[in-house]
Nanobody, 116 residues
């Protein structure tokens, strides 16, 4: 079955960096665009980044442009989110997702907290 497992979250000071990973299984990773979303308490889930199947193209939400970078390793079936210059407003649960047969599949999420 499809599985998405995020890791790499934690507590970091403003201005710091984190690298999230999402290890996948159960589908043909190399042909699927992958997404990173986040959800802060009391807010709707927000699209953070999209990376195409080859990794040749990425798109980012306005709030993270220039600070976050999505990448992938198709051999490892893993997608990454490098987060730099973190701000308190980046605090959220971060999820990776993939759309398969008109259904969006989600991981369990990883908590990122940016605080001094």
């Amino acid at each position: 079955q499809v599985q998405l497992v995020e890791s790499g979250g934690g507590l970091v000071q403003p201005g710091g960096s984190l690298r999230l990973s999402c290890v996948t299984s159960g589908f043909t990773f190399s042909i699927k665009s992958m997404n990173w979303y986040r959800q802060a308490p009391g807010k709707e889930r927000e699209l953070v980044a999209t990376i195409t199947a080859s990794g040749g193209s990425t798109n980012y939400g306005d709030s993270v442009k220039g600070r976050f970078t999505a990448s992938r390793d198709n051999a490892k079936k893993t997608v990454y989110l490098q987060m730099n210059s973190l701000k308190p407003e980046d605090t959220a649960v971060y999820y990776c997702s993939v759309r398969i047969l008109a259904t969006t599949r989600w991981g369990q999420g990883t908590q990122v907290t940016v605080s001094s």
